[in-house]
């Protein structure tokens, strides 16, 4: 079965960096372009980045570009989430989910990953 787990968050100072793993298995990951959300308490899940399957192309959100960059590892089934700069306003649950390959929607999650950045 699909499944996707998140790793690599935790307590941040303003403008600290972290990065986010996510790694999968029960599919042929190199087939799938791949997405990073973030859910804030209160707040509806957010699109950040996604990839696409080979790695080619990826996409940000506005409020990420130039200080967020995802990228994958497909000998490693793993995509990441490099985040720079981060802060007090990125704090959210972060998770990876896997895009589907007949429309723009994303049927499988992981568990997410809790990430804090202090001010």
């Known amino acids: 079965q699909v499944q996707l787990v998140e790793s690599g968050g935790g307590l941040v100072q303003a403008g600290g960096s972290l990065r986010l793993s996510c790694a999968a298995s029960?599919?042929?990951?190199?087939?799938?372009?791949m997405g990073w959300f973030r859910q804030a308490p209160g707040k509806e899940r957010d699109f950040v980045a996604r990839?696409?399957?080979?790695?080619?192309?990826?996409v940000y959100a506005d409020s990420v570009k130039g200080r967020f960059t995802i990228s994958r590892d497909n000998a490693k089934n793993t995509v990441y989430l490099q985040m720079n700069s981060l802060k007090p306003e990125d704090t959210a649950v972060y998770y990876c989910g896997r895009r589907d390959r007949n429309n723009d929607g994303y049927s499988y999650w992981g568990q997410g990953t809790q990430v804090t950045v202090s001010s």
């Open positions: 990839i696409s399957s080979r790695g080619r192309f990826t």
């Open positions: 029960g599919f042929f990951f190199s087939n799938y372009g």
